[in-house]
């Protein structure tokens, strides 16, 4: 089975030195987050973070049902931060069933 189109994003923001892992590194960036990604089983913790950084940087939040350290490719990554405007949008136009986009509530 081949790529989904936002895995095939997701993959461009990795080649192109775009994306920023762990909430360790994303607490450090003071702006240009535009679209966070969540492991669908992140702790309760890692969410809270995820959802205080959405709110920060003003930036939609996905989270990724399963296989988000192979879409990724980093083992024991929770929580990813694109930091391109564009490959946000494509990633955000192009959701499927393997995502979801957190609007609030429970995860």
Do not use: H, W
Not at 3 to 20: A, P, V
Not at 62 to 83: H, P, Q, T, W, Y
């Amino acid at each position: 089975m081949g790529r989904s189109r936002i895995e095939t994003f997701i993959g461009f923001c990795i080649k192109s030195g775009k994306m920023s892992y762990g909430s360790g590194v994303i607490d450090t960036l003071k702006s240009g987050v535009y679209l966070l990604i969540l492991n669908g089983d992140a702790a309760k913790n890692t969410q809270k973070l995820a959802v205080k950084y959405k709110n920060r940087f003003n930036c939609p939040l996905i989270v990724c049902k399963s296989e988000f350290e192979l879409v990724v490719n980093k083992s024991g990554c929770m929580l990813a931060a694109v930091r391109d405007r564009q490959f946000a949008k494509l990633i955000i136009e192009n959701i499927d069933n393997n995502y979801e986009l957190y609007a609030g509530g429970n995860f």
